[in-house]
């Protein structure tokens, strides 16, 4: 997308910001081997409810000796932890071939294949493509206005340089104040794993794996733009090294690339506005969160308390291709999808909105 110039005046309409928005994989004679995607044992809090079993290659026909059977006996015992990509094909949790973890350079390394459809996936560039559409090579879906500006080299450069900033006019508190809230919210969801989707260029993925209290970090966006900056910020970033638990990956809200109720913590930072389907994203997080799990978002409301009355019908119809909702409309989406316990903070046009999984 060509965008000839961008200032602070005109990334602002109606006290909005413009845009208000990757142990080897091989197979035995004598036994089967199993893989998995997870942090290491230590660092990743038991949890009945969301544990899911490690996916096994089909072992050979011929028997196995004894002394490997108890070999493999004790390898099942130690994978049995929760598992963290899924194929967003079909939601299969996926095969790994390569070293384990979280991190950036062991995603990099790694392979990953769903056993069921058959489909693989690799980092590619800076992240870790697990859209339905990673590896054609014809075909590249558009989507949305809202969506699609993101993609632009020039908005995900200038996201975390001046973009972001101008949320203040709307009354956003700036990135620290939401962190800090956030936080409050993610007290029970501590030592889990905890998806940022819609990342961006990674402001509030950075700052939750740096607090060093998840498991893991995903920052998940669908522009690929915005997670080459989101890398290139990490590299950048002295406190980050290659053990620090946080991956970068490229998925579509509506179709995320984790198994059902795997998935602590999820959120979203000034994202559901710029979602082609709100109740379509949220139904997806609510799928992926464990029982107890914890969603966080902020975004724009369609317009402040302090708006005129005359005003606001105009502005509903000027800003249609966003998708702004109010304060009970969003309370709605999220009981409707599922969740429970919704709690919501207002001031002028913003909204820090918090729900569980039941």
Known sequence: MAMASLTTSSITLLNKPFLPNRSSLSSSTSHSRLYRFSSPASSVRSRSSASIRAVALEPELNETPSSDKKDTE?????VEQTQVFACPVCYEPLMRKGPSGINLQAIYRSGFKCGQCNKTYSSKDEYLDLTVTA????????????????????VSFLYERGWRQNFARSGFPGPDEEFRRAEEYFKEAEGGVLVDVSCGSGLFS???????KYSGVIALDYSENMLRQCNEFIKKDTTFNSSTNIAVVRADVSRLPFPSGSVDAVHAGAALHCWP???NAIAEICRVLRSGGVFVGTTFL???????WIIRPFQSRILQNYNYLMQDEIK???TTCGLTDYEDIVQDSFIMFTARKP
């Open 74 to 78: 004790t390898q099942s015992i130690e």
């Open 135 to 154: 590896g054609f090579d014809s075909f590249n879906e558009v989507k949305p206005i809202t969506t699609e500006l993101f993609r632009s080299p020039l």
């Open 206 to 212: 950075r700052k939750f794996a740096k607090s060093g």
């Open 277 to 279: 389907s709100p109740t």
């Open 302 to 308: 369609r317009y402040s308390p302090s708006t005129p």
């Open 332 to 334: 709605d989406v999220c």
